[in-house]
């Protein structure tokens, strides 16, 4: 007798699989970055340095004044951001996890969003509010013509928001019954 929490094999078990995947994928991506920043510390380090002591902006720039230059609360910062990305990265790729175990039944399936959409959303606020608001408003990064990283902070970010929609878009409403 077929278990009532698993459906068939159908095209919204199929689209629940292929959201995992793409949650899994945003995972691995994340654990990636967080390993590369640990491995080759040095690469991001400087940019973090750079865009912290504000000393590549415009000469004239009146916000100056906003620039950190200890190496330690630079220290901090970069470890922050390393610890956002390898939790954003636990978080994806565990909520993916909890996706593949949960993809025959609709209403675990639902359930087992949470932890993905949480590393989702980190990614999208150490991104966007990190390195968009942060690193490139209050640290006038877009200035700098060497560590303005905001294109490459949005196109993280986009890619997480894609996946976080499809996300949580319901399976249902997008395949007629």
């Known amino acids: 007798m077929p278990s009532p929490n698993r459906e068939p094999w159908n095209e919204q078990t199929t689209i629940r699989l292929l959201k995992a995947g793409m949650v899994l994928a945003v995972g691995l991506w994340a654990l990636l970055i967080a390993f590369n920043n640990i491995v080759d510390y040095d690469a991001n380090w400087q940019f973090v340095q750079h865009v912290l002591a504000m000393d590549t902006v415009f000469p004239d720039n009146a916000l100056k004044h906003r620039a950190i230059t200890d190496p330690r609360l630079q220290a901090l910062a970069y470890w922050l951001i390393i610890a956002a990305e390898w939790t954003m990265g636990a978080l994806c790729t565990f909520g993916a996890l909890r996706l593949f175990r949960a993809w025959r039944s609709r209403a675990r399936f639902i359930r087992a ?21 942060i690193g490139g408003e209050w640290f006038c990064m877009w200035q700098s013509p060497i560590w303005d990283g905001q ?3 949005v196109m993280f970010l986009s890619c997480a ?8 878009m319901d399976e249902q409403r997008v395949l007629p019954s």
């Open 113 to 133: 969003k949470a932890a993905a959409a949480c590393g989702l959303t980190l990614i999208f606020l150490t991104y966007f509010v990190g390195f968009v608001i």
């Open 151 to 153: 294109a490459k902070a």
């Open 161 to 168: 928001m894609l996946v976080l929609i499809v996300l949580l």
